[in-house]
């Protein structure tokens, strides 16, 4: 395997982009423009000693740091630990990828991690500094499971909250609607795919409003994407932004590894799907953010340039461009 993964890694070609730091490894990097800055809410990667296996196991994280540009060519400001593990009350391990928003003269911060019991779910902390540091709730938000919280507000200024990640992410094990200890839930080739869910939020920004959905990704003829499609359907890493008046759901195809993305006409969907934003990085994963500055677009993503390794990535970024149809230019990161 680790021989394999070394072949996958020198194959690619030369960077095209360079880590914002290096200082620390950094992942899953959810960037948002607050108070005229980009501030970045990453996975904060570290080698805990744990052996790697299919299930992610090894991504055994346990703090949050937030970062923060003036422009993304600029500088990196890493402002600390912004919230830990041993600060949240119901968790148990694995503090996976974070997103943040803002309402309420308040800054939230979403992520996931393992209960008690193993099983994940969504967390959320609020501070009054988008810098943090967050104060936790003490139980995890009811109704969530799963990992990769992505929060999208609307121009009505309403917040929605997606969610999902299959294997490692536990997705699969809702299936029935309920949580089930075994991974035998997949859906057969023929099936529809798993797919990413979606709930309002309640004004307070800590609470669903509403009871999740699924978010359904369709092909060009309306047909929902199938359990086999594994170059097209969603695996984990949901990020929603609006660009002219359509909302463009992206997310992680897992197994083939590319950024993928869908368009539709309300932020529940359903999405028809576009295209490919990025192809796959070095590493064993891809996630991404997509982030608005004075007038031009940007992609937030990451690959493992300084280690080599799965489990220690580092942070990127890179223009977005769109076509004039709203499609968007696929970009290579080597």
């Not at 994407?225 to 359509?246: C, I, N, P, T, W």
Request: with cysteine.
């Amino acid at each position: 395997m680790k021989k394999i993964l070394v072949f996958a890694i020198l194959s690619f070609g030369a960077f095209a982009q360079q880590p914002l730091v290096s200082h620390i490894y950094t992942a899953d990097p959810s960037a948002h423009l607050f108070q005229g800055k980009i501030f970045i809410y990453p996975s904060h990667d570290i080698d805990a000693g744990v052996k790697e296996d299919d299930m992610g196991s090894h991504f055994a994280m346990n703090d949050y740091h937030v970062l923060s540009q003036t422009n993304p060519a600029g500088p990196v400001t890493d402002h600390g630990v912004a919230l830990k593990l041993a600060d949240v009350p119901w968790a148990g391990k694995m503090l996976w990828a974070p997103d943040a928003a803002e309402a309420n003269g308040q800054y939230y911060l979403y992520f996931p991690a393992k209960d008690k019991d193993g099983i994940f779910r969504i967390g959320v902390a609020s501070s009054n500094k988008p810098e943090g540091s967050f104060k936790a709730e003490p139980n995890y938000m009811p109704g969530t499971f799963s990992i990769d919280p992505c929060v999208f507000k609307d121009s009505d200024g309403s917040h929605y909250l997606y969610f999902g990640g299959i294997w490692g992410g536990q997705l699969q094990r809702w299936k029935m609607g309920h949580y089930m200890a075994n991974d035998d839930s997949q859906p057969a080739n023929d099936q529809p795919a798993l797919m990413a869910k979606v709930a309002k939020l309640d004004q307070n920004m800590k609470v669903l409003a509403e009871k999740p959905r699924d978010v359904q990704i369709l092909d060009a003829n309306g047909k929902i994407l199938l359990s086999s499609d594994h170059d097209r359907r969603f695996f984990e890493a949901a990020f929603v932004h609006q660009y002219k008046g359509k909302y463009y759901f992206s997310y992680s195809t897992g197994d083939t590894h590319n950024i993928a993305y869908a368009t539709g006409s309300s932020p529940y969907g359903p999405f028809t799907y576009q295209g490919v934003i990025l192809k796959p990085v070095k590493g064993w994963t891809n996630h991404h953010s997509i982030v608005e500055h004075n007038g031009k677009w940007y992609l937030y993503f990451h690959d493992v340039q300084l280690s080599g390794r799965t489990h220690l990535r580092n942070i990127k970024v890179t223009e977005l461009k769109y076509r004039g149809d709203g499609s968007i230019e696929t970009i290579t990161a080597y």
